[in-house]
């Protein structure tokens, strides 16, 4: 498995991606249903120069965007505490998600190493990462990859039930 930068000619197929995660997602939790993420965000992650893919066979399986140096409200409040108080320089993780198929291969688990690699490289000192409470599976790959359960964050963005349980994970070098 590769992991690298997904770019523009590729948002076909990472469409086909998000929207397979928002039907799974339909069936326990009302995350992902009002329209976000959409084409644009995902094209502006790509812009940005966030969004990686993990590809087996050239084959692009999975997304994740790799978020940091952008100071994001919804994580300036939470209940809990954070094991290392969030900053804009922190890394955080957003629209993760595997193509259905490649369900339980470890995908997953190979973009939250990943993730982690990424962070240690740029002597990024923490990993944050929020999801819905019904998000059970996500909830599992956080636990399954060591991350921390620091609380709850309410996101700004419109929806039924903005509450989030963030995770987060301490880089060390």
């Given at each position: 498995?590769?992991?690298?930068?997904?770019?523009?000619?590729?948002?076909?197929?990472?469409?086909?991606?998000?929207?397979?995660?928002?039907?799974?997602?339909?069936?326990?939790?009302?995350?992902?249903?009002?329209?976000?993420?959409?084409?644009?965000?995902?094209?502006?992650?790509?812009?940005?120069?966030?969004?990686?893919?993990?590809?087996?066979?050239?084959?692009?399986?999975?997304?994740?965007?790799?978020?940091?140096?952008?100071?994001?409200?919804?994580?300036?409040?939470?209940?809990?505490?954070?094991?290392?108080?969030?900053?804009?320089?922190?890394?955080?993780?957003?629209?993760?998600?595997?193509?259905?198929?490649?369900?339980?291969?470890?995908?997953?688990?190979?973009?939250?190493?990943?993730?982690?690699?990424?962070?240690?490289?740029?002597?990024?000192?923490s990993i944050k990462?929020?999801?819905?409470?019904?998000?059970?599976?996500?909830?599992?790959?956080?636990?399954?990859?060591?991350?921390?359960?620091?609380?709850?964050?309410?996101?700004?963005?419109?929806?039924?039930?903005?509450?989030?349980?963030?995770?987060?994970?301490?880089?060390?070098?």
């Amino acid at each position: 498995m590769e992991i690298r930068k997904v770019n523009r000619e590729e948002i076909t197929s990472v469409m086909e991606i998000i929207e397979e995660g928002r039907a799974l997602l339909k069936t326990t939790s009302k995350q992902w249903q009002n329209g976000y993420p959409n084409k644009d965000s995902l094209l502006s992650d790509i812009d940005h120069g966030f969004l990686y893919g993990a590809y087996i066979n050239d084959k692009l399986v999975g997304v994740e965007a790799l978020v940091h140096d952008i100071f994001n409200v919804d994580y300036d409040e939470i209940e809990g505490k954070w094991v290392i108080p969030y900053t804009e320089k922190d890394l955080v993780i957003h629209r993760i998600a595997v193509k259905k198929e490649y369900h339980h291969q470890k995908v997953g688990d190979a973009l939250m190493k990943f993730a982690y690699q990424y962070a240690k490289d740029h002597h990024i000192p923490s990993i944050k990462i929020d999801t819905h409470r019904k998000n059970i599976p996500m909830q599992k790959l956080c636990m399954n990859n060591t991350y921390h359960l620091s609380g709850v964050i309410y996101i700004k963005r419109v929806e039924p039930d903005p509450s989030r349980l963030i995770f987060e994970k301490s880089v060390t070098d």
